[in-house]
C-alpha cells in the first residue's frame, strides 16, 4: 500500500495544478477549498463523500451505471449521438467526473451554478432514436433514469469491492442525492432502495441490447484513464463493472460469464478497493472540500471505524 500511496502522490504532485475558482465543460477546474465554511449539496458526514472519494468504486461504478443508461434506447441515443465519447473519450470522461465531484464535494454556490449551465447544454439535446422515439436530454423521465443508475452504480461498486454497506445506508445515499437530482431536472429519482427497484420495474420493458453496449466496453478497456499505478488492472476493472449489473439486466445486454469476474479476480479488485479507500491525495477534491470545511485532509479515510 505505501508503494501505490507514494506513486499516486508523485502523480498528483507531476499533474498541473487546477486553476482556482473557475468551472467550464471545456474541462477546467474548481477550487474545491474556498468558500471557506461554505458547506456542499451533501453534508461532509454523509455515506456519498464516503463513497466518491474512492477512485476504484467511482471507475467500477460509473461502468456499471454507464451499461445501465446505454439499456435506455433514448438515452443511449443522446449520448451516442451528442458526445465525442467514442472518439475522444478522456477529455468526455474527466468533464463527467468533475461534474461528479462538484455535485458532491464543491461548494454550493459553485455546483448550483454549474449544474444550471449543464441544464442549459442539455436543453439543445435532443433527436430521434434509430426507431423513431424522440427524446430530449432535460426529458425528467430519462434523467430520473440516468440519476438512479449513477447512484445504484457507484454504491454498488463501494459495497462490492470496498467496504459492505448497509441497508439503511443505501437508503440514505439515494435520499442525500434527491437536492442534487431535483437541480438537475430529475424530480422522480428514487429516494430509497424500494423507491429504485420500483423504478427497475417500471424501465424493465423498456430497455434493450445494442452493439454500442459492447463498443463502450472495448473503449473503457483500451482508454488511457486510471492512473498508470492503476492501469494494469484496468481491464479487471471494467469486468468488475459488469459483475455487478444486476443479472435481469445482464441477460438484456448479452453480458454472459465471460464478461464477468473469476473469484480469484473479484478478490484482487476488493483488495485494491480497499487499499485506495485509505489514501490521500492532497489535491483531490475530497481533501480540498475537507479543508473547506476545516476537518483533517484525512477526515474521510479516519472516519470510518
Known amino acids: 500500500m505505501d508503494a501505490l500511496q507514494t506513486s499516486l502522490d508523485r502523480d498528483a504532485q507531476d499533474a498541473p495544478k487546477p ?29 456519498s463523500w464516503r463513497i466518491f472519494k474512492n477512485p476504484i468504486a467511482l471507475f467500477v461504478g460509473g461502468v456499471t451505471a454507464v451499461l445501465l443508461e446505454l439499456a435506455e434506447p433514448r438515452v443511449r441515443s ?3 449521438d451528442h458526445t465525442t465519447f467514442r472518439l475522444d473519450p478522456i477529455p468526455r470522461m474527466k468533464r463527467t467526473g468533475l461534474a461528479a465531484m462538484v455535485t458532491v464535494y464543491g461548494p454550493h454556490s459553485t455546483a448550483e451554478k454549474m449544474i444550471a449551465g449543464i441544464r442549459r447544454m442539455h436543453e439543445r439535446v435532443r433527436g430521434t432514436t434509430p426507431a423513431g422515439e424522440a427524446y430530449h436530454a432535460n426529458d425528467p423521465v430519462l434523467l430520473d433514469w440516468v440519476q438512479a443508475t449513477a447512484s445504484f452504480g457507484f454504491l454498488e461498486a463501494y459495497s462490492n469491492f470496498v467496504h459492505p454497506i448497509s441497508n439503511a445506508d443505501k437508503d440514505a445515499l439515494y435520499a442525500e442525492a434527491e437536492p442534487a437530482a431535483r437541480l438537475y431536472g430529475a424530480v422522480g429519482a428514487p429516494s430509497s432502495v424500494a423507491e429504485l427497484n420500483a423504478l ?16 463502450f466496453l472495448e473503449i473503457m ?7 498508470w499505478p492503476l492501469r494494469p488492472f484496468q481491464r479487471m ?50 481533501a480540498q472540500a475537507c479543508g473547506r470545511m476545516g476537518l483533517p485532509r484525512s477526515y474521510l479515510t479516519a472516519a470510518r471505524s
Request: cysteine-free.
Open 221 to 227: 478497456r483500451r482508454a488511457p484513464v486510471m492512473p
Open 200 to 215: 427497475f420495474d417500471t424501465m424493465r420493458p423498456k430497455l434493450e441490447r445494442s452493439e454500442i453496449v459492447f463498443e
Open 78 to 80: 443522446g449520448v451516442w
Open 19 to 47: 486553476a482556482p475558482g473557475k468551472y467550464a465543460p471545456d474541462g477546467d477546474a474548481v477550487d474545491f477549498t474556498t468558500p471557506i465554511g461554505e458547506v456542499a449539496l451533501v453534508p461532509a458526514e454523509s455515506i
Open 237 to 286: 476493472l471494467v469486468r468488475a463493472g459488469v459483475e455487478i449489473t444486476p443479472d435481469w439486466m445482464r441477460d438484456i445486454l448479452g453480458l454472459g460469464s465471460a464478461w464477468g469476474l473469476r473469484p480469484w479476480e473479484r478478490a484482487i479488485v476488493s483488495l485494491v478497493g480497499r487499499m485506495s479507500d485509505r489514501i490521500v491525495l492532497p489535491f483531490s477534491p475530497p
